[in-house]
Nanobody, 121 residues
C-alpha cells in the first residue's frame, strides 16, 4: 500500500559528505512528517532527524550542526544531507514516515528497508 525506498548510502571517508533520499509511494493522502533513524550492528535503533510537512525540523544532538533534513512535498521525498561524517555515523539508515493514506483521519507509521552508510578511511 505504502512503500518507502531509500537511496544514497555508501562508503565515505571521515569528514566527507553523503545525501540520503527517501521516496514514498502508494496510497498517500497526506504526509504528516518524515525522518531518519539509524542502527549500528549490535545497537538499538536511534533517532537522527525528522521534518514535518510544514517544515519544522528536529535533530539528534549527535548530528546537530552536521546534518540537514529537507522535504519535497510534491515528490513525497525526504532528504538528509550529512556533512563532516565520523566513523561513529556508520550504520544502516532507515527512512520513517507518518502517513494518512486516505481522507479518513487515521495515520500510520511506515519504515523503509534501510541503506548502509559506512564512514571509514
Amino acid at each position: 500500500q505504502v512503500q518507502l525506498v531509500e537511496s544514497g548510502g555508501g562508503l565515505v571517508q571521515p569528514g566527507g559528505s553523503l545525501r540520503l533520499s527517501c521516496a514514498a509511494s502508494g496510497s498517500i493522502f497526506r504526509i504528516n512528517g518524515m525522518g531518519w533513524y539509524r542502527q549500528a550492528p549490535g545497537k538499538q535503533r536511534e533517532f537522527v532527524a525528522r521534518i514535518t510537512n510544514t517544515g519544522t525540523t528536529n535533530y539528534a544532538d549527535s548530528v546537530k550542526g552536521r546534518c540537514t533534513i529537507s522535504i519535497d512535498n510534491a515528490k513525497n521525498t525526504v532528504y538528509l544531507q550529512m556533512n563532516s561524517l565520523k566513523p561513529e555515523d556508520t550504520a544502516v539508515y532507515y527512512c520513517n514516515a507518518e502517513i494518512r493514506p486516505s481522507p479518513i483521519p487515521y495515520d500510520y507509521t511506515y519504515w523503509g528497508q534501510g541503506t548502509q552508510v559506512t564512514v571509514s578511511s
